[in-house]
């Protein structure tokens, strides 16, 4: 071959390397150059178009505090590189355009839905903590510092709009961490919803003013650890924590509350630097680790614990739905957040998967889909279960953990175990005539059908509370399944939920609420005046980044917390 022939071929080959190389980034799933995510933030995080806000300081320093119980030497965070974890997203095939068009109109719809709500929630109850959608009132329930504002501040992110994003962080950087409507402040609700939201704001948006206000609180949660033994208390007394006098922790709580600080407070120390929010969660996660393989069901705790005398052992009720749930959700994810730095998340997140299994059944049912269900039980000193077959809206997560620790841990058998559990909440929405999953249920595997009642689906024998309280957790685990197989069918699945829930939680003020029983179809659904928090923090924003390209907070990229504010990952 001549020389012009060689410098020919060589050139035809840059330009394809340098085309493949230029495809292979702007078509990848993180915050790229060219993707729809950097486009996002350029929009939201372009300064010139608004001023930062200056925080302004809390009238109680919290970083003051004379702590009766110092914690002594700290746990250093764990730093350097992370390993080299499994990708967890898969990226969905390119579409026709009329599939496009649809996703398109569908995302349109869910941010319809939010901003219908957060136009209410300005107009009838701004800077309080929630909405009352149907008579438009408001309530201060979480120590009035405006849960439902800074709860929402990401998704207003996500959502572009940035008019309303910079009004709430102005607003967010006035709040007043120094007095509370209520003496006594729920740590695990003011560590997941506030702490949570600022942090997963600042991680967005890099706005000065969230992360003075982030480490404000951080200090306020950090007065719970103010305790002999260094474990937190449930309820922080506000006068006494700011005395520095030593708080009293409780005897029994359920084992969540505890073991929902880990995400938070080791984010926040990745972002400032400081160890002390690390190093206090550690005590905590310490215990639990130690207890783990313990208890009458090795691998999970019961749900009662008592921090006061450090036993995460003793107890035989177990469930991994209310009162236990976020415990376990963290597991994987702190693996996640710390990049696999910190070897004992990866252990517990296998054992607790493990003894999991203990608590999961698949329903007879009459199409005999193979669907799975999380149940509670009562565990004896054999370690033999029984189950109660009850499930509850609030462990549909569970599928959703199972999918993205299967990713994690390069386990196919527990994303497969999280598609069946997702299918099964799924199948408890479609089945009731409200197309709505009613909060508490049962579902039995029995040889008669003589059990049901009348009025419920084949399959059901009891819906013991038939509420819908406008929760997340089903959409949340419809969601990890579409960005990890990246099959279309789980957005149906989710738009037909989105459809139904819409049409049964609409207020005559066109906001909505919760709904009294959904397993009942009438004209007009009793509903009660309250829209929680997380309605939009959580719900909304689950069903909006469904159909959101998926390079939209990447899962690759992104670690979600319990109230879904995606803190960024350690690399």
């Given amino acids: 071959m001549s020389n012009r022939g060689r410098r020919y071929r060589h050139a035809v080959i840059l330009v394809a390397a340098t085309f493949f190389i230029w495809w292979a980034l702007s078509t990848s799933s993180g915050s790229l150059f060219g993707s729809e995510f950097s486009k996002l933030q350029q929009h939201m995080n372009d300064q010139r178009s608004h001023q930062q806000p200056i925080a302004t300081k809390s009238s109680f320093d919290w970083s003051q505090v004379p702590y009766q119980y110092p914690p002594g030497p700290l746990e250093p965070l764990p730093t350097g590189p992370s390993k080299s974890l499994p990708a967890i997203q898969t990226r969905p095939r390119a579409g026709p355009a009329e599939y496009e068009r649809t996703r398109e109109f569908r995302r349109r719809e869910v941010k319809k839905a939010f901003v219908g709500d957060w136009e209410a929630y300005k107009k009838h109850a701004w800077l309080k903590d929630a909405l009352k959608p149907i008579s438009g009132g408001f309530r201060d329930q979480f120590s009035g510092w405006a849960a439902t504002l800074v709860d929402s501040l990401d998704t207003l992110w996500i959502m572009g709009l940035r008019d309303e994003f910079d009004e709430a962080v102005d607003a967010v950087a006035k709040i007043d961490f120094g007095r509370s409507t209520s003496p006594r402040v729920n740590t695990f609700e003011t560590n ?4 949570g939201g600022l942090i997963a704001a600042y991680d967005l948006s890099k706005r000065d003013a969230l992360l003075v206000k982030a480490v404000e609180l951080g200090d306020l949660i950090y007065a719970a650890f103010n305790t002999e033994n260094r474990m937190p208390v449930d309820f922080i007394d506000f006068d006494t924590a700011k005395k520095g006098e030593g708080l009293n922790v409780e005897i029994s709580v359920v084992s969540a509350s505890p073991g929902t600080l880990s995400l938070e407070l080791t984010r926040l120390s990745q972002i400032t630097g400081d160890p002390k929010y690390y190093d206090a969660i550690s005590r905590v996660m310490d215990v639990f680790h130690r207890g783990q393989q313990k208890t009458k069901l090795p691998g999970l705790w019961p749900m009662f614990v008592s921090m006061s005398s450090q036993n995460v052992v003793e107890g035989n009720q177990f469930t991994l739905a209310g009162g236990a749930d976020s415990l376990y959700e963290y597991l994987p994810k702190m693996h996640a957040l710390l990049g696999g730095l910190e070897p004992r998340y990866e252990n517990m997140s296998t054992a607790f998967l493990e003894a999991a299994k203990a608590l999961l059944f698949r329903p007879m049912i009459p199409s005999n889909e193979p669907i799975l269900i999380p149940s509670s039980g009562r565990a004896d000193d054999e370690g033999n279960v029984s189950l109660d077959q009850e499930t509850e809206h609030l462990a549909c997560y569970i599928g959703g953990v199972y999918a993205l620790a299967g990713r994690l841990l390069s386990n196919q058998g527990y994303v497969n175990i999280g598609s069946k559990l997702t299918l099964g909440c799924v199948y408890g929405y479609r089945s009731f005539p409200t197309g709505i999953m009613p909060e508490r249920l049962n579902m039995v595997a029995c040889e008669s059908f003589e059990e049901w009642k009348e009025h419920l689906p084949a399959g059901f ?55 009294q029983d959904v397993t009942k179809r009438a004209p007009t659904m009793s509903q009660e005046d309250y829209m929680e928090s997380f309605w939009l923090a959580e719900t909304l924003k689950y069903f909006y980044l469904l159909f959101s390209p998926v390079d939209i907070i990447s899962l690759d990229d992104y670690v979600f917390n319990t109230e879904a504010h995606p803190f960024l990952r350690h690399k």
């Fill in 461 to 515: 024998t009891t819906a013991k509370d038939p509420r819908y309280l406008l929760r997340p957790e089903a959409i949340e685990s419809v969601f990890i399944m579409y960005r990890i197989t990246g099959k279309p069918v789980w957005q149906e699945l989710g738009w037909n939920m989105f459809n139904a829930i819409i049409n049964g939680t609409r207020t005559g003020l066109g906001t909505h609420a919760s709904v």
């Fill in 192 to 195: 997941i919803r506030y702490l």
